[in-house]
């Protein structure tokens, strides 16, 4: 069965940090690109950052460029999002998924349960 259980969200002050973490099981991770996804109330889930399969290319969503990194241990199953200078339009439950390579939008599998991070004073 596959899971993805997302951690390190929080409550932090605006331009802080926090670094997630999305452990992943049921697959062979390191076939799939994987990708972090966000959703803030209100609003439907956008991208925020991809990577791919070997972990040598990255993409990012326009709002987090330069502030967020994307990373991936195939040897854990596990992929990484470092958030610096955070924002209260950070503010969103955050999760991972695999996908079928670095430029597909459509998830493989059903979302997990997310972690929420939350940037105010």
């Known amino acids: 069965q596959v899971q993805f259980v997302e951690s390190g969200g929080g409550l932090v002050q605006p331009g802080g940090s926090l670094r997630l973490s999305c452990a992943a099981s049921g697959f062979t991770f390191s076939n799939y690109a994987m990708s972090w996804y966000r959703q803030a109330p209100g609003k439907e889930r956008e991208l925020v950052a991809a990577i791919s399969r070997a972990g040598g290319s990255t993409k990012y969503g326009d709002s987090v460029k330069g502030r967020f990194t994307i990373s991936r241990d195939n040897t854990k199953d596990a992929v990484y999002l470092q958030m610096n200078s955070l924002k209260p339009e950070d503010t969103a439950v955050y999760y991972c998924?695999?996908?079928?390579?670095?430029?597909?939008?459509?998830?493989?599998?059903?979302w997990g349960r997310g972690t929420q991070a939350t940037v105010s004073s």
């Open positions: 998924n695999a996908f079928r390579n670095f430029l597909a939008t459509a998830p493989l599998y059903s």
